[in-house]
């Protein structure tokens, strides 16, 4: 695609999630208005129109992303799909948007299929939908026209920036991680058992959410099962918060507070603490005092 795009054009009619977030990030990264309207054949071949779940042609050479001509047995993929592939986020989107896949599903198997999918009944589908869904939705699939002085389009802008600068910056963030985090085992005080926990250094500059992604690189890193806490520079002090990942009870920091004068404050239900302590031995001995046994 080129930086001079003309319009983004998508079918008229009932709105999707699919369609109005792909026009939502296009909008963002292009700014200009969207057209509601059947393609021509001139549409699908001009590279400065981009045409969006509609067309039967997924070609992002010229700026066409549809996936209604894929097969019925293609894995789910919808028209928000192929722009995140197109701008080459799909795979940390896949990754780190939990409500990708699902919305892959609902949009190409339709809401039986995908409550099967997921596992659930039905009518759970409709119970997770909200006003801002049905409005936004409602309004966009109203327009034949949606300008920049259209509230709707302002908004499909924000939608797109967050969406965007969620994931560009977030691959930053987990390389940052990446490069400096390391993963500890500590044994506990018994010494009978061990666990692990992600370990995130000071460095200066100090990012401004020193803990932010490290659930994430855990993740992405397939320790889910076997990680249970997480250690990280106090962005309010000079020393650290501990606190458990993926709430496992197994940690629990309430009794720090009392019991150790460089802990200076633990949450009531356990969950994190905060210490003075900068030293990576004392960190581990607080992690080891409060390991709880499981049961």
């Not at 460089?262 to 356990?270: E, K, L, N, P, T």
Request: hydrophobic share 35%; glycine share 6%; with cysteine.
């Amino acid at each position: 695609m080129t930086d001079q795009i003309r319009q983004i054009l998508t079918h008229p009619g009932g709105a999707h999630k699919d369609d109005l977030l792909a026009c939502s990030l296009l909008v963002h990264l292009h700014q200009v208005p969207i057209v509601r309207r059947e393609p021509t054949p001139e549409d699908l071949a001009d590279p400065l129109i981009l045409v969006v779940d509609v067309g039967h042609e997924h070609e992002p050479e010229r700026g066409n992303f549809d996936h209604h001509q894929l097969p019925r047995d293609h894995p789910p993929t919808c028209a928000l799909s192929l722009v995140l592939q197109h701008i080459e986020l799909y795979e940390d989107a896949k990754k780190f948007c939990d409500w990708l896949e699902p919305a892959e599903w609902f949009d190409t198997r339709g809401p039986n299929e995908t409550a099967k999918w997921l596992g659930v009944e039905r009518d759970i589908i409709t119970k997770t939908s909200s006003p801002i869904d049905i409005t936004l939705l409602r309004r966009f699939a109203q327009c034949s026209e949606v300008t920049k002085e259209s509230p709707i389009w302002q908004m499909m802008d924000m939608v797109g920036e967050d969406l965007f600068t969620y994931l560009r910056d977030l691959r930053t963030r987990l390389d940052y991680i990446a490069g400096h985090a390391e993963f500890w085992t500590i044994e506990t005080v018994e010494g009978a058992d061990s666990f692990e926990v992600i370990y995130m250094p000071r460095t200066d500059p100090l990012p401004e959410e020193p803990s932010a992604g490290l659930g994430r690189y855990i993740e992405e890193k397939g320790k889910e099962e076997s990680v249970i806490g997480m250690v990280y520079p106090d962005r309010r002090g000079d020393g650290y918060g501990v606190s458990r990942y993926n709430d496992d009870q197994r940690l629990n920091f309430s009794e720090l507070e009392a019991n150790c004068e460089d802990v200076h404050f633990a949450h009531a239900r356990g969950f994190v603490c905060k210490t003075s302590a900068t030293d990576p031995d004392r960190l581990r001995e607080l992690l080891a005092m409060a390991y709880v046994c499981e049961g």
